[in-house]
């Protein structure tokens, strides 16, 4: 079917081709407003994180000097 309608050039092939394009530029334009957004990452807050829930399910209370390097190495 896509056969027929572009033989000949029945089919405009270039507005697909704009079509395409257009979305692609607002994907793109989406992503940089996004990530112009993001002010700071801390590497660190997956360990606040942990250490809040290790302290919650009672980890803290182990008396293990190399558990807890282990631990707040996570």
């Excluded at 257009?22 to 940089?32: D, G, V």
């Amino acid at each position: 079917m896509d056969y027929i309608k572009t033989y000949a050039g029945q089919d405009d092939l270039l507005e697909d081709y704009k079509q395409k394009k257009i979305k692609s530029e607002q994907e793109t334009f989406r992503t940089e407003q996004v990530l112009s957004n993001i002010t700071n990452i801390f590497m660190e807050g997956t360990q606040i994180i942990l250490e809040q829930v290790y302290d919650i399910v009672g980890f803290s209370q182990i008396q293990n000097v190399t558990y807890h390097i282990l631990v707040s190495s996570i």
